[in-house]
């Protein structure tokens, strides 16, 4: 949580202010996560701070919300095309990712549960999105596609989460979902370069090779790619209880001839219905 406040201030998320008159303050509160690795293992950790964007009111506190991500259409059609051509494929996390969005709404917040300030009655103006705000997710998603657009990359008319980049014999595509982000491109030197830059205009973490991406697992031999769900069906069972249950035969009975009938009578008759009308 210490952790988590300290980001947060370093990020200039907000500054402590006196409550405006005819203005309400947002609560907010904690909530407590684990991360795990693609192979089940934990990976951190993570405290983070939650805005209450419940209590926010529309025309007031915000405007537009709404955020694109990836489509799973896009992503298999990008992977075929990194399969073909033989490109490099990586990804990339955003680290504390709805933070990075300028806040253009005036939103006041309540201090953090746990933590005082010596100012009585003062609150937090927010300059930049936190989570839990309903803009949130636009916020963050105008600011990297400014960043991608400043680098030279094109956005997609038919997937807004698609970014591509033809400069010469070099070609990078960008796919994005929320935080995670799939880089793939035919030079790796370009790749490391465009990384780079990423890490300069937002707290990354290199994730390398991609691996695991949207419940999905990645596995790459020297001219395929593998797509696994093998992970994502076990947290299904698991969480419904099922995992240690044994399959069972379902009987299905044949359709024949005769059960065909009563529908070749009906759709006789709605013909004969319709050529008498007619």
Not at 40 to 59: C, P, S
Not at 77 to 86: E, H, I, S, Y
Not at 225 to 237: E, N, P, Q, W
Request: glycine fraction near 6%; charged fraction near 20%; hydrophobic fraction near 45%.
């Amino acid at each position: 949580m210490a952790q988590e406040i300290h980001a947060l201030e370093l990020n200039e998320t907000w500054k402590l202010t006196p409550l405006p008159p005819g203005k309400n303050a947002l609560g907010c509160k904690w909530i407590y996560k684990i991360k795990y690795n693609f192979d089940g293992t934990i990976e951190r950790f993570k405290a983070r701070l939650v805005i209450l964007g419940n209590h926010q009111v529309d025309g007031l506190d915000y405007n537009e919300t709404f955020s694109p991500i990836a489509k799973m259409v896009t992503i298999r059609t990008t992977l075929a095309v990194v399969a073909v051509k033989d490109w490099e494929l990586h990804q990339m996390d955003v680290n504390n990712v709805f933070l990075h969005g300028d806040l253009d709404d005036e939103v006041y917040m309540k201090l953090p549960p746990g933590f005082q300030e010596s100012q009585l009655g003062a609150v937090c103006k927010l300059q930049k999105s936190l989570y839990g705000l309903r803009q949130a997710p636009r916020c963050w998603f105008a600011k990297l596609s400014s960043a991608l657009t400043r680098y030279g990359f094109q956005q997609s008319h038919i997937d807004h989460s698609l970014f591509t980049l033809n400069n010469n014999d070099i070609q990078l595509v960008v796919l994005v979902c929320i935080d995670d982000l799939v880089i793939a491109g035919n030079n790796g030197i370009v790749i490391q370069c465009f990384k780079g830059y990423l890490n300069q205009c937002f707290h990354m973490k290199d994730l390398g090779r991609l691996k695991y991406f949207l419940g999905v697992e990645v596995a790459r031999s020297p001219n395929k790619i593998f797509l696994c769900h093998r992970k994502y069906a076990l947290d299904i069972i698991t969480k419904v209880g099922l995992l240690g249950a044994k399959p069972a035969i379902t009987h299905v009975k044949k359709i024949t001839y005769w059960d065909l009938l009563p529908v070749l009578f009906f759709l006789t008759l709605l013909l004969i219905v319709d050529l008498l009308g007619s």
